[in-house]
């Protein structure tokens, strides 16, 4: 096993083990990336301030957060796909997350259902819902939800234009995902990840399933969400 100190590394394993599409869908923007570049200098920019001749004794970074006691002020974002990085993956995820006590938030675009999640915790989980053309969707994903005992409702305010993903374009991402020869080629070196994913309970988005034709294309999926 690797010794693992940082993010990177962590970076540097997924990397080797996910296909390509997937991986690059993870760690790839939209069009020519500048925002995920700006993000991340804005992150790197962040220092911890050092305090010193003071009381250490007792130290925490207990808080609450939306009116839930948390380990620290920190919640695990939505992630589409999770469960294609690996098999089950916002299920494992959410119960990563109950077990250190901080919040974890559900996608809209998941491959594990709001219901399969909430069948794999014991504690509330937080659900990440876009604002979609289709109210009456949105309106049945938030009641859903609500009886899953989702304890609270993150808004994705900034998808009125699609965002064109270069990368995913030029991988051919599909979901679940598409066998051509390089995909293919891709898998055969990453033979422990595809068996994980096909163990896994669903290969496609648990939480649109049944309700558009073609949810394995996702700028059609992108374009529906958007309206």
């Known amino acids: 096993m690797p ?16 296909a390509k599409a997937i991986f ?14 700006a993000n991340r200098a804005d992150l790197e920019a962040l220092t911890l301030r050092q305090r010193v001749a003071i009381d250490v ?21 939505p992630t589409g796909l999770t469960g294609l990085n690996w ?17 974890f938030t559900l996608s809209t675009m998941s491959i594990c259902s709001i219901e399969d999640v909430a069948a794999a915790v014991a504690k509330p989980f937080w659900f990440q819902l876009y604002v979609m053309r289709d109210r009456g969707f949105a309106a049945s994903l938030i009641e859903r939800a609500r009886a899953a005992k989702c304890s609270a409702l993150v808004l994705t305010l900034d998808l009125q234009v ?34 994980n994913v096909l163990r896994g309970k669903r290969k496609s988005f648990g939480n ?3 309700r558009i ?11 529906w969400i958007a309206g």
């Not at 690059?24 to 570049?37: F, I, K, M, P, Q």
């Not at 004794?57 to 974002?77: E, F, K, N, Q, Y």
């Not at 993903?165 to 070196?189: C, E, I, M, S, Y």
């Open 162 to 195: 699609q965002g064109q993903r270069h990368q995913d374009l030029k991988n051919g991402l599909a979901v679940p995902p598409r066998l051509t020869l390089g995909t293919f080629l891709d898998v055969l070196t990453k033979p422990s990840w595809a068996l």
């Open 87 to 103: 098999g089950d993956g916002e299920m494992l995820g959410a119960r990563a997350a109950e077990r250190f006590g901080v919040p």
């Open 24 to 37: 690059d869908y993870v760690d790839r923007g939209s069009y020519d990336e500048a925002t995920l570049r």
């Open 3 to 18: 010794v693992v100190t940082n993010v990177e590394d962590l970076r540097q394993l997924a990397k080797k083990r996910v």
């Open 213 to 223: 034709p073609n949810t394995g294309s996702l700028t059609t999926l992108s374009q």
């Open 57 to 77: 004794d007792r130290r925490s970074l207990r808080t609450t957060l939306v009116g839930h006691d948390a380990t620290m002020p920190v919640a695990i974002a």
């Open 208 to 210: 649109l399933e049944g």
